[in-house]
């Protein structure tokens, strides 16, 4: 069954600290992952995905296919980043499947 | 501008009441999506579309049904609305270079 698993509901950092959103999945072939972010009353955009392997705000995100991750990893948190984050997968159609959503809270 | 647009963003209604909330797109996409996201838990496909007249149910076991009958129309409609259906519902249309673009969302409460 295709899944999506972010095991932490908060994560809670202080500025300047390395940040790392958990997401593991479960998919039979070859999928393509993404991260979707939400700040506060705006609406759910997409973050980065794995097949461009760019650098978004900072953020990084490596498909790892022999342990199923896709981490969402950043070496300095900001602030700003404090938002809804979602990991997502898509398989040989283009519906995709969320995770739960990780909150990321930056403290200053 | 090229955006996709969700109305209303808020609705309060009573149960046994028809609803339709609507979705718009001016990009000219022909993939859209319904899901439905409860509060805490993750996004839920519902119904989906990959062109005028044809609509498919998602993942997602719903009440609710859409229509497809402009490219740039997609809208969900409950025909009585029970507070089991309170929920927030995302529309959303994709490209193949863009990849997903959402709305603001419907956020409806049935009383």
């Known amino acids: 069954a295709q899944r999506v698993t972010q095991p932490e509901k908060l994560l809670s950092v202080f500025k300047g600290a390395p940040v790392e959103l958990k997401c593991n999945y479960s998919?039979?072939?070859?999928?393509?992952l993404f991260w979707y972010v939400q700040y506060s009353r705006q609406r759910l955009q997409l973050l980065l995905r794995?097949?461009s392997r760019e650098s978004i705000k900072g953020f990084t995100a490596d498909l790892n296919k022999g342990e199923t991750s896709f981490h969402l990893k950043k070496p300095f948190a900001q602030e700003e980043d404090s938002a809804m984050y979602y990991c997502?997968?898509?398989?040989?159609?283009?519906?995709?499947?969320f995770g739960t959503g990780t909150r990321l809270q930056v403290f200053p | 501008e090229a955006d996709i647009y969700q109305t209303p963003r808020y609705l309060v209604i009573g149960t046994g009441k028809k609803i339709t909330l609507e979705c718009s797109q001016t990009m000219g996409h022909d993939k859209m999506y319904w899901y439905q996201q409860d509060p805490g838990m993750e996004l839920h496909l519902i119904h989906y579309s990959y062109g005028v007249n044809s609509t498919e149910k998602g993942d997602l076991s719903s009440e609710s049904t859409v229509s497809r009958i402009r490219t740039e129309h997609f809208p969900l409609t409950l025909e009585s609305a029970r507070p089991s259906h309170t929920s927030q519902y995302l529309c959303?249309?994709?490209?193949?270079?863009?990849?997903?673009?959402f709305g603001s969302g419907t956020r409806l409460t049935v009383v």
């Open positions: 998919y039979s072939g070859s999928p393509e």
């Open positions: 959303a249309s994709v490209s193949v270079s863009y990849g997903y673009t």
């Open positions: 997502a997968l898509s398989g040989n159609t283009d519906k995709l499947i």
């Open positions: 794995h097949i």
